[in-house]
């Protein structure tokens, strides 16, 4: 029954998140008192009167989404007659857990690319307004280059192609369709640095302390020196925006904060590609990305749960007749050497046990093999100190090209 009213009840992800985990596979049933308080709230919902109107072609809509840390959620309203806007249609989702360990910015543009394709039967092929309490998403989703976004972000991006639509930032508990100003990156910047890595008034401070950035500011309040006089440590730097130093749309951090800053982008021990994303967001310091690549590879957290990387077995060509490609190699068994040949073609073995294992008694034993069987054009030998000069006095063939396997196995191949 819950099921079939889902879509007049509003934000019905999180209304039934504690009730949806106790059907986990994994998680014990217990009935508490916060899991009958969300079950009474279900019911109020449930029997209460929703005023919905009927969709209207012909009538301005707009969509408001939303997400949480465990659910989507998004309505559909239309302006009346009487300049109120009503709802038409409610709609949510839970996450998966993959999505749960989305960045907050992603998962705001995953709330309004999944409520415009689950609307789709409404809005596709009208213009309607997105509403949307994430500021960077009213630039990230309309005008901010495709090339400058995040993977996950162009693929949100790409997915709204279809739609006609314009996005407008409404902050939490005020109704208003049109804030957006040129600025809004950089103050969406600004507070994501201060909500998720530290404090702005933090960072400024510490940039005033700063001799290379002070410099820095005191150039962009006045005037840049000329290109003789300034100094390699200044060229990277961008603009200064309301007391804080900016390079492009990233804020910068003072040496005095980078070690704390690199320890909260590797905060769960993600990857270099991971922390790079993270920090393209919001952070820069000249070197940023060599300091991201030592603080990943330097984890001893890490480096303990770190696959090892298995190089793939490369097989030899398979030579077209017997004879024409051998390995040739030195073995040892009950303190006796032995010179071993093998057939790539034919896996055809030729073991001679040596007296010596100087060069000439080698050359010998690779003479009467080499009379026997004719028309060799390659020898695979180990890269020892004798292998190489050997098999040259025994064919009387001077050309010598590495193998690719070389590399990996220590071995030279000798076209004869």
């Known amino acids: 029954m819950a099921n079939y009213v889902f879509k007049f009840i509003s934000n019905v992800a999180d209304k039934t998140q504690l009730l949806r985990e106790l059907l986990q596979k994994d998680r014990q049933f217990m009935w508490t008192v916060n899991h009958q308080r969300e079950f009474d709230k279900l019911k109020n919902e449930i029997v209460s009167p929703k005023v919905l109107a009927k969709f209207d072609v012909n009538k301005k809509s707009r969509v408001s989404a939303d997400a949480s840390s ?5 309505v559909l309203e239309q302006l009346q007659e009487d300049d109120n806007w009503k709802p038409v249609y409610f709609c949510s989702k839970s996450l998966s857990p993959t999505e749960r360990g989305y960045a907050q910015i ?91 890595i530290c404090s702005e008034d933090r ?9 290379a950035i002070s410099q820095i500011m005191k150039y962009i309040t006045t005037s840049w020196p000329s290109k003789e ?42 990857g270099i590609s991971r922390c790079m994303s993270r920090a ?18 330097s984890c001893e957290i890490c ?7 298995t190089e793939p077995m490369l097989s030899s060509e398979i030579p077209t007749r017997p004879w024409q490609v051998i390995g040739a190699d030195l073995a040892e068994h009950e303190n006796k050497k032995y010179l071993v040949i093998q057939d790539y073609y034919s896996k055809y073995p030729e073991i001679r046990k040596l007296k010596k294992t100087t060069s000439n008694d080698i050359i010998e034993v690779f003479k ?27 064919t009387g063939k001077q050309k010598v090209q590495s193998n690719f396997l070389r590399k990996y196995s220590r071995r030279t191949t000798i076209h004869i």
Request: charge should be neutral.
């Open 70 to 74: 465990f659910g989507i959620g998004a």
């Open 106 to 196: 992603e998962k705001e543009a995953l709330a309004i690319t999944w409520a415009c394709e689950r609307l789709e039967q409404y809005l596709l092929g009208a213009k309607f307004i997105v509403q949307t309490d994430h500021k960077p998403l009213t630039v990230i989703l309309k005008t901010r280059e495709v090339n400058k976004l995040t993977n996950r972000l162009q693929r949100f991006r790409m997915r709204l192609l279809k739609f006609n639509f314009d996005i407008c930032y409404v902050p939490e508990g005020v109704n208003d369709e049109d804030i957006a100003t040129q600025d809004v990156f950089i103050d969406a910047v600004r507070h994501e640095v201060d909500t998720t």
């Open 203 to 211: 960072i400024r401070a510490s940039q005033k302390e700063d001799e």
């Open 229 to 270: 006089k300034r100094s390699s440590r200044t060229s990277p730097y961008w603009k200064q925006e309301a007391g804080t130093l900016f390079y492009k749309d990233r804020i910068v951090i003072p040496e005095d904060l980078r070690k704390w800053c690199l320890d909260l982008l590797h905060d769960g021990h993600f």
């Open 280 to 297: 393209k967001e919001t952070i820069w310091w000249p070197g940023i990305t060599r300091h991201i690549e030592d603080t990943v590879n």
């Open 303 to 309: 480096i303990k749960h770190r696959q090892p990387v």
């Open 368 to 394: 009467e093999i080499f009379a026997r069987h004719e028309n060799l054009q390659k020898c695979t030998a180990s890269n020892g100190p004798a292998a190489v000069p050997n098999i040259h006095k025994a």
